[in-house]
């Protein structure tokens, strides 16, 4: 196996182990409410696949309960740490800055217990765990991997109607860790534009590596069955809005547009419904009552349930007509790769990474900004051309896995444990 010498340490081409961090949500919370979202499924995923591959993986998050154990295992190779830091229920995303002292701490800590260079590489998740690992792989003399997930320059320029920007504290914070960490892994193009355009990233550290679904779940399946389940009529024209409750994923914009679409066409009325599955989240814990007090004055029947675990939620995919996905901003958009890996075309905002995760009019549409008669045109559009978009969505989730993900992370760390120039020279 060939070697090198990185940070004055000896490590093998195949790292042996990894450290993940996400201080600010546990892989083990249920994405969509709260802080937990995409993110979590990304750390999920990715982690069992690079246990698949060889890597013993540690994933270190804040103990949000007293009752949580110090150590879980997740899946074989993969387990999880529970750091102490700051009062264990009622701690916001936004307060975590001063308790990144804590963590940094309980990180080191478990480190110590082991011989020296236990860990091979840190991945980190966010910019607080990017803060975290910073300062851990500058004590332990190992590479730092970084992916942001979201950005905040990106997200303030794309601010929501009332939408509070991203604090300065957060933007100093970012450009720290994208300077300090030895690879950036952006997962789309346009993200590894915006960290070299906005931040002035090293181009060359920066990969791009597509997040993505777990097309062994996520499959299509039989529509009648599944309304079955979930209670929604064989006859119903339905219309999915999957994430976290708050002003930046706007699924407001989703029910002002069914109205609108019921005014275009009123054979619709009694058949057009709207389920919304999901909780609040960020500033939209500011006005928990919003959503539903808007779905009160409209003339559209709208579910809303709450976040739902992976077969509910493929049964909500595989049941309805179309899945809104009108986000201000996404980095990527796992919901719109699940919905399109179950056959069920997205209507999605044209920002991000969306314009990625969506083949525009092959396996979804995407649509300028977020009037109601635009949005409005675009489902009525999808709704028309379902079976065609159905068809195109499988084929287009089917070009993503969260294997080809875990490889291309394997890839980057291999290529922070091997600088430039002294592979070439090391010999197996």
Known sequence: MALSVTHGRVHSVHPRRAAVLSVHTSPLEQPGTGDAGGMNVYVVETSKRLADLGVEVEIFTRATSSDLPPVCELAPGVTVRHLTAGPFEGLKKEDLPSQLCALTSGLLRVEAQHEPGYFDVVHSHYWLSGQVGWLATERWGVPLVHTAHTLAKVKNLSLADGDAPEPLRRVVGEEQVIAAADRLVANTAQEACDLVGLYDADAGRVVTVAPGVDLEHFRPGEASGARTR???????????????????????????????????????????????????????????????????????PVRFEPPAGPDRLRDWYVAADLVAVPSHNESFGLVALEAQACGTPVVATRVGGLLTTVHDGVSGLLVDGHSSDAWAAALARGLKQRGLLSLGAV??????????????????????????????????
Not at 258 to 279: H, K
Not at 399 to 413: D, K, M, P, Q
């Open 395 to 428: 084929e287009h989730a089917a070009g993503y896995s969260w294997g080809r993900t875990a490889r291309g992370l394997l890839t980057a760390y291999r290529d922070v444990l091997v600088p430039s120039g002294l592979a070439a020279g090391v010999g197996a």
């Open 230 to 300: 979930l209670g929604v009529p064989p006859d119903a024209v339905l219309l999915l809005f999957v994430g976290r409750l708050q002003p930046l994923k706007a699924p407001d914009v989703l029910l002002l547009a069914a109205q609108q679409l019921l005014r275009n066409d009123p054979s619709l009325a009694g058949r057009l419904q709207v389920a919304v599955v999901g909780g609040p989240s960020g500033s939209g814990f500011d006005e928990p009552t919003y959503l539903h007090d808007l779905a009160a004055q409209l003339d559209v």
